[in-house]
């Protein structure tokens, strides 16, 4: 049984992913990582600090039933650690938010809060926050960019005379040695960097007080399934492009794949692999591809191409996500794509698409690009995307045979016709 934490603060740029980062890293291999909200990035951080995949928990796409049962079943670790997105109630009006997720879940919240310039009025920000909505899971604090011992010593003496019933769990340093010079997602690929910021940053924290704190994880499963039934494809076989190009998959996304077909195979196009002749479906993941890095690994993938179009031909079901769509395309700019879609794409120096989604059949998923179609493209793509149930948005799909593209990222489980259907997606 697992015990659970989350983490959250007052705003971005708090110190969220780094008291994250260093607590993944102290709890390594007794720990699953989660994320509130339609984020891929984070989620590839944790994998890689703890070793075990990171999983979404987003309300806007799923419900609160939904959300419980994918809470349980990933919680196969000795510690649940759960990263908010934003600020606690950020995300509030679209339905998803660490608020609304640690409430269905009850998971005891922890803030960590930027001390920096400040001190009384910390006590009463926190006041507002926790008074802001009466049901709330927030019961401890973490004092980030302290400058001093008697810095943190004020600021506890203040919050404990005002909020008694608050934990303070300890203080991080003002301007860490480790990452004076560094970034903290560029030093993911060096652990031995990692155990140093998780070190530094967990250095005047309790930790032990932190593990007695996570709250044990109870029966919350609904008894029934509770996402749309599906038809196993006996006999199918679904090919997954997922590389260092194409990286954006819900692990959940995945385990479905896993589930709903009898074999899942991973491509990587970076390394030419072609897709094999008996391939039933074929998924290509979302991350890009249009930029210089991605493009130079993919360029000269010529037996990748070949294989993909190949498919294309015979009328191989194949579905792109984003930076999937785009291959799809004829190109972006003048990089030269598969060709198989009639579609062009252009690199605009500010995002295109930012947070969730309805399309035209209420479907609800999440965007983020910084290309948009050409002015001739739009006329042959469809489903219009849009930030409102039933408002006028911009195209965001095309579709050639049985070959789709959109922008739209979204949640198979929750609907499996999208992948499973060979009528879909027709949109």
């Given at each position: 049984?697992?015990?659970?934490l ?10 969220k992913?780094?008291?994250?980062t ?10 699953r ?8 990035i984070?989620?590839?951080f944790h ?9 979404n928990?987003d ?5 609160e ?26 995300g ?9 997720v ?8 922890i803030?960590?809060?930027d ?31 302290i ?12 919050l404990?005379n ?8 300890g203080?991080?340093?003002k ?14 690929e060096?652990?031995?960097k990692?155990?140093q910021?998780?070190?530094e940053v ?10 007695d ?20 494809q ?11 190009n194409?990286?954006f ?16 195979l991973?491509?990587?196009s ?15 993941c979302?991350?890009y591809?249009?930029s ?12 990748f ?25 004829q ?24 947070g ?5 059949q ?6 983020f690009?910084?290309?948009k179609?050409?002015k001739?493209?739009?006329n ?9 149930l039933?408002?006028k948005g911009?195209?965001g799909?095309w ?9 739209f ?5 929750v ?7 060979e ?5």
């Open positions: 049984m697992s015990r659970a989350a983490i959250s603060a007052f705003g971005s740029n708090s110190g992913t780094l008291l994250t260093a607590l993944l890293y102290h709890f390594r291999s007794r720990v990582a989660f994320k509130v909200g339609p984020d891929f984070d989620p590839q994998k890689r600090v703890s070793g075990l995949d990171s999983i928990l309300s806007f796409i799923m419900s039933e939904q959300i419980r049962w994918i809470f349980e079943r990933y919680s196969d670790q000795e510690f649940a650690l759960v990263e908010g997105v934003m600020g606690f109630y950020d509030e009006d679209r339905g998803c938010s660490t608020h609304l640690t409430n269905y879940l009850q998971i005891p919240t803030l960590i809060i001390c920096s310039g400040s001190y009384i009025t910390i006590s009463a920000q926190l006041k507002g926050l926790r008074e802001y909505k009466s049901k709330n899971q927030i019961r401890g604090v973490v004092l980030n960019r400058s001093s011992q008697n810095h943190f010593k004020l600021i506890k003496d203040i404990l005002d909020h008694p019933d608050i934990l303070v769990f203080w991080v340093k301007s860490l040695p480790s990452l004076r010079s560094r970034h903290l997602g560029l030093d993911l060096d652990l031995s990692i155990e910021i998780s070190q967990l250095e005047n924290i309790n930790t032990k007080a932190l593990e704190f996570a709250r044990e994880i109870k029966n919350i499963t609904p008894k029934e399934y509770p996402f749309p039934s599906f038809q196993r006996k006999g199918k076989k679904l090919a997954v492009v997922n590389d260092k194409f990286s998959l819900y692990y959940d996304n995945l385990m479905f794949f896993k589930e709903a077909f009898d074999e899942v991973i491509i990587d970076t390394k030419d692999e072609q897709i094999p002749a008996d391939i039933d479906s074929i998924f290509i979302g991350g591809v249009e210089d890095l991605a493009y130079s690994r993919i360029k000269d993938s010529h037996k191409r070949k294989s993909l179009i190949s498919h294309h031909q015979k009328g191989t079901k194949i579905y792109g996500e984003c930076a999937g769509l785009l291959y799809l395309g190109g972006v700019d003048k990089k030269s794509m598969s060709g198989i879609l009639d579609a062009e794409f252009e690199l605009q120096e500010r995002f295109v698409r930012l969730y989604y309805y399309n035209e209420g479907l609800k998923g999440h965007c690009h910084y290309t179609p050409t001739q493209s739009l042959s793509g469809f489903d219009r995307l849009s930030k409102r039933n408002n911009e195209v799909s579709k050639k045979g049985k070959s789709f593209g959109t922008f990222h979204t949640m198979f489980r609907y499996p016709h999208l992948i499973l259907d009528s879909s997606p027709v949109v």
